[in-house]
C-alpha cells in the first residue's frame, strides 16, 4: 500500500477538439513473474532493448525499473519496458529519456510528440510527471482501476476515449473528486496526490 499525501488536484482542464492518435504496436513478449520477479524471458527483452539500439548501461538500467516497479507493485513484464497490470499496461522510460514510448517503434524518446502520439485511441493514459512525461498508466475498462504506486504528486493525463466520454477520479475512500470534460481531453499539469482510483468511462 503507497503512502499518499494530500493536496488539492488541478480542476482546470482543456479540450483538444481534434481525434486521438493510435499508439504503435509494442514488441511482443510474455514473461512469467513470481513475487515481482522475471523468472522467464529477460533474454528476449534483452534482445528487444539492443535491437532498439540501447546501450548495455541502459538495458541494464531500464531492468532495474521493472524489476523495482514489480517488487512493490507486481504485474507481469511483457516487453523491455512495458508492464501488464491489472487492467491496463505501464511503459516505464528509457534511461536518458524523458518519454514513455515502444522500443523498435522509430520513436523519440525525447520529443514531446512521442507522448501526444502515444495514447491509444478508447484509453485513460496516465503520466508521472507533468506534459506527459515519465511512465505511462494506460487503462480502458470502466472499471474501477487504482493508479501506480508512487504518483503522490504533479503529473498529467491524457482522455483519449470515445468522443464525449468523462473520466472520474476518485481518493483513497473511493469518493469521487474530480470528472474530467469530454473525451478528447488532457491536462499537461494534473495533480495525482489526492487520487487513488480512475474509472476511465
Not at 14 to 41: E, H, M, Q, R, Y
Not at 104 to 114: E, M
Not at 126 to 142: E, H, I, L, T
Request: with cysteine; hydrophobic share 35%; charged share 15%.
Amino acid at each position: 500500500m503507497r503512502l499518499r499525501t494530500h493536496i488539492a488536484i488541478t480542476a482546470g482542464a482543456a479540450l483538444l477538439g481534434a481525434a486521438g492518435i493510435a499508439a504503435p504496436a509494442l514488441a511482443s513478449g510474455t514473461a512469467d513473474t513470481t513475487n515481482g520477479t522475471v523468472t522467464n524471458g529477460a533474454a528476449a527483452f534483452r534482445s528487444e532493448a539492443a535491437r532498439d539500439g540501447l546501450s548495455a548501461q541502459q538495458i541494464s538500467g531500464l531492468q532495474k525499473r521493472v524489476d523495482s516497479f514489480l517488487a512493490t507493485s507486481g504485474g507481469t513484464q511483457i516487453a523491455a519496458n512495458k508492464i501488464a497490470v491489472k487492467g491496463g499496461s505501464v511503459t516505464l522510460t528509457v534511461p536518458g529519456e524523458k518519454y514513455a514510448r515502444a522500443l523498435n517503434s522509430g520513436l523519440d524518446g525525447n520529443s514531446p510528440a512521442t507522448a501526444l502520439g502515444n495514447c491509444p485511441y478508447y484509453d485513460f493514459c496516465g503520466y508521472k510527471g507533468a506534459n506527459y512525461s515519465g511512465s505511462q498508466w494506460n487503462v480502458a475498462s470502466c472499471s474501477l482501476h487504482e493508479i501506480p504506486d508512487g504518483w503522490n504528486s504533479g503529473g498529467s493525463w491524457i482522455n483519449n476515449q470515445s468522443s464525449g466520454t468523462r473520466a472520474r477520479m476518485y481518493n483513497k475512500s473511493k469518493a469521487l473528486i474530480y470528472t474530467t470534460p469530454g473525451a478528447y481531453s488532457f491536462d499537461p499539469s494534473g495533480d495525482w496526490g489526492p487520487v487513488w482510483y480512475v474509472r476511465p468511462c
